[in-house]
Every structure is written in C-alpha cells, then in structure tokens.
Nanobody
Framework: VQLQASGGGLVQAGGSLRLSCAASGRTFSTYALGWFRQAPGKEREFVAVINWGGNTNYADSVKGRFTISRDNAKNTVYLQMNSLKLEDTAVYYC?????????????????WGQGTQVTVSS
C-alpha cells in the first residue's frame, strides 16, 4: 500500500483544515486507515482510525473536534479538523493496518505515508 497525505498548512487557532490521504496498491478494503501525529520532541501518537465498515476510534484529545471518514471508491481517507488548538501543531501521518480492527497501536500499522505539516498559530 502506498499512501500520499496532503492538506496540511498554517491555520489560526479555532480554524479548520481537512487532510486527505490517497491509497494505492493493495486492496483498500482490507485495511483500516488511521492518522497519527508527531510534535517536535514528542512521540508519534494516535489520532483517529476508520475501518472498511466505517467504525471509528479517536484519541481523547481530538474527540468532538476531528472527524475521520473514508471514500472507498476513491481509496481516500480524510481527517476533518475543526476548532484547532495550538497543541494540534504537528506533522500528521496517515497509515494502514491490515484487518478490520480500529487499532490505536502504532506497531499494528504496516504502511505509512509521508507526513504533512499542520501548524496552528495564535
């Protein structure tokens, strides 16, 4: 699976951004697709995941603000980010985990895209 993330940028606190991740290669439907993020000096952390059936899981820090969705016809997963906070600043990575589990564990993801920078300013 090849993953190509896009949509990052600079936004003011309280604003919104939508990230996209286009997948190609293996059968898209057999993978759960997730987003992780890594801030400077911090570990890469789970943000959200969605499986083929549309089941989702979110980190507590983004619940109610972020929404993950996928378009199986376009092999694309999205992350709509609203009410952005300074602490959301990070490089965001999309990733694919084989199977239907909405796993939050980084080690469960076999494929990773390049990151896209999200910077939230005051």
């Amino acid at each position: 699976v090849q993953l190509q993330a896009s949509g990052g940028g600079l936004v003011q606190a309280g604003g919104s951004l939508r990230l996209s991740c286009a997948a190609s290669g293996r059968t898209f439907s057999t993978y759960a697709l997730g987003w992780f993020r890594q801030a400077p000096g911090k570990e890469r952390e789970f943000v959200a995941v969605i499986n083929w059936g549309g089941n989702t899981n979110y980190a507590d820090s983004v619940k109610g603000r972020f929404t993950i969705s996928r378009d199986n016809a376009k092999n694309t997963v999205y992350l709509q980010m609203n009410s952005l906070k300074l602490e959301d600043t990070a490089v965001y990575y999309c990733a694919a985990a084989w199977g239907l589990a909405t796993t939050t564990a980084r080690a469960e993801y076999q494929y990773w895209g390049q990151g896209t920078q999200v910077t939230v300013s005051s």
